[in-house]
């Protein structure tokens, strides 16, 4: 292990947006998430650039944030180029599998395709796409007692036995 300071958890994850209504419009009115904080700039304070935009912030249950960044150029963001679709997204928790069902059926009476719920053994989630692209599960835990703490003893084994088959090398014990 390291002498890192410890991180206490997500504070808030940015993506850029298309249009900031629209994003407000699904995140607040339909996924249910309040719009807590909006800030407009003409300079990013982290670079100096001199580039306007609008900075909003949907606060989760458990107090961190998704976020969004409007560049007013009416652009939808471009997904990557080399990584499927299905790999990078957002995972939002709920309290139970029926609240997943729930969102579920939400998400449909607006219009809003999702995939059946999904099984991960450990969680049980449902995926579907914002007006940005974004994609992103909503997910209760269902895991059994002991699962976390096991998943834990095997990680590293486990990403050493990937990272051999990944470069063709026998994994060894």
């Given at each position: 292990m390291t002498d890192a300071p410890p991180l206490k958890g997500l504070y808030h994850f940015a993506y850029p947006c298309r249009d900031a209504e629209e994003t407000r419009h699904?995140?607040?009115?339909?996924?249910?998430?309040?719009?807590?904080?909006?800030?407009m700039s003409e300079k990013v304070p982290s670079t100096g650039e001199e580039q306007p935009y609008v900075h909003f912030f949907f606060q989760l249950g458990d107090g961190s944030y998704i976020a969004f960044f409007d560049l007013g150029g009416d652009e939808k963001p471009a997904p990557s180029p080399n990584t499927p679709e299905w790999v990078q997204h957002f995972a939002i928790e709920t309290d139970?599998?029926?609240?997943?069902?729930?969102?579920?059926?939400?998400?449909?009476?607006?219009?809003?395709?999702?995939?059946?719920?999904?099984?991960?053994?450990?969680?049980?989630?449902?995926?579907?796409?914002?007006?940005?692209?974004?994609?992103?599960?909503?997910?209760?835990?269902?895991?059994?007692?002991?699962?976390?703490?096991?998943?834990?003893?095997?990680?590293?084994?486990?990403?050493?036995?990937w990272n051999a088959r990944k470069h063709g090398a026998p994994a060894a014990g």
């Amino acid at each position: 292990m390291t002498d890192a300071p410890p991180l206490k958890g997500l504070y808030h994850f940015a993506y850029p947006c298309r249009d900031a209504e629209e994003t407000r419009h699904f995140y607040e009115d339909i996924l249910g998430l309040p719009l807590v904080n909006c800030m407009m700039s003409e300079k990013v304070p982290s670079t100096g650039e001199e580039q306007p935009y609008v900075h909003f912030f949907f606060q989760l249950g458990d107090g961190s944030y998704i976020a969004f960044f409007d560049l007013g150029g009416d652009e939808k963001p471009a997904p990557s180029p080399n990584t499927p679709e299905w790999v990078q997204h957002f995972a939002i928790e709920t309290d139970s599998v029926d609240d997943v069902e729930a969102m579920r059926q939400r998400l449909a009476d607006h219009g809003i395709k999702t995939t059946p719920l999904v099984d991960h053994e450990f969680v049980r989630s449902i995926y579907f796409f914002d007006p940005n692209g974004l994609r992103l599960e909503v997910a209760a835990r269902t895991e059994a007692p002991g699962f976390l703490e096991a998943a834990a003893s095997e990680a590293h084994g486990v990403l050493k036995a990937w990272n051999a088959r990944k470069h063709g090398a026998p994994a060894a014990g």
